[in-house]
C-alpha cells in the first residue's frame, strides 16, 4: 500500500540547534512532495513543496527539502531553528491522485 | 481570492447519536473536496475526496460517510458516532489540476 513515513514522532531542540525531519514514501511513481507545518492553534498551511527540477527545494521561514528519488525520501531541513519554529510537522506526497500525510512530526524548541 | 470553512468548530457527542459537518469552499469552481482525520498520534488520515458533485471515494471503511450535494459544499456525516470517531477533522480542497492543498479551520470532535 502507498504510504509516507516520517522517523521522528517528538523532537526537541534548543533554539539555534539545525533541524532534519525524516521523511519516506512507498512508491515508484511520479511524486509530488510537500511538507505542511500546523503551529499551534492555527490553520494546517504549506511550508514547502516540490514537483520537478531542482530536487533542493527551499520553503518559507529558511526550511529547506531535499528530494532524493533513490532513497524515495524528502527530508526536511534548517541549520538554525527558533523557538518560534515550535510546532506540527507533516509531510505529505500526492500518490495517484490522493495526498498521503505521514504521521506528522512534533517539534519543540527551547528557547 | 478562494476561501474555505467548515463548522462546527468543536462538538461533543454522545455515542450513538448522529453527526453532521459541513465545508463549504468559496471563489473557485469545480475544487477537489478532501475530509480528513487527525487523530491523536496517528497524523492526518484521508478519509473521503471528491472530484465532482455527486462523486466520493472513501479511503477507509468505517461508520462515516460523506456527501457533495453541491459543488462547493462537502458534509461528513454519521448515523451512530462511535467513542472511536473522536479526533480532529479537516475539511480540504485543492484545484482539479493542481497539486497543493488548502485546509479549513478545523472541528474538534468529542464522543462521550
Known amino acids: 500500500a502507498q504510504s509516507v513515513s516520517q522517523h521522528n514522532h517528538h523532537v526537541i531542540l534548543s533554539e539555534a540547534a539545525s533541524l532534519e525531519l525524516g521523511c519516506n514514501y512507498s512508491y515508484g511513481g511520479t511524486v509530488n512532495l510537500f511538507w505542511y507545518v500546523q503551529y499551534p492553534g492555527q490553520h494546517l498551511q504549506l511550508l514547502l513543496k516540490y514537483f520537478s527540477g531542482d530536487p533542493l527545494v527551499k520553503g518559507i521561514k529558511g526550511f529547506e527539502a531535499e528530494f532524493i528519488k533513490s532513497k524515495f525520501s524528502f527530508n526536511l531541513r534548517k541549520p538554525s531553528v527558533q523557538w518560534s519554529d515550535t510546532a506540527e510537522y507533516f509531510c505529505?506526497?500526492?500518490?495517484?491522485?490522493?495526498?498521503?500525510f505521514g504521521q506528522g512530526t512534533t517539534l519543540q524548541v527551547k528557547p | 481570492s478562494q476561501t474555505i470553512h467548515q463548522w462546527p468548530a468543536t462538538l461533543v457527542q454522545p455515542v450513538g447519536s448522529p453527526l453532521s459537518l459541513e465545508c463549504t469552499v468559496e471563489g473557485t469552481s469545480n475544487p477537489n473536496l478532501y475530509w480528513y482525520r487527525q487523530a491523536a498520534g496517528r497524523g492526518l488520515q484521508l478519509l473521503f475526496y471528491?472530484?465532482?458533485?455527486?462523486?466520493i471515494s472513501s479511503e477507509v471503511p468505517q461508520n462515516l460517510s460523506a456527501s457533495r450535494p453541491q459543488d462547493r459544499q462537502f458534509i461528513l456525516s454519521s448515523k451512530k458516532l462511535l467513542l472511536s470517531d473522536s479526533g480532529f477533522y479537516l475539511c480540504?480542497?485543492?484545484?482539479?489540476?493542481?497539486?497543493?492543498?488548502?485546509f479549513g479551520e478545523g472541528s474538534w470532535l468529542t464522543v462521550v
Open positions: 471528491s472530484v465532482g458533485i455527486g462523486q
Open positions: 505529505a506526497a500526492k500518490l495517484t491522485g490522493k495526498l498521503i
Open positions: 480540504a480542497w485543492s484545484v482539479q489540476v493542481g497539486n497543493t492543498i488548502y
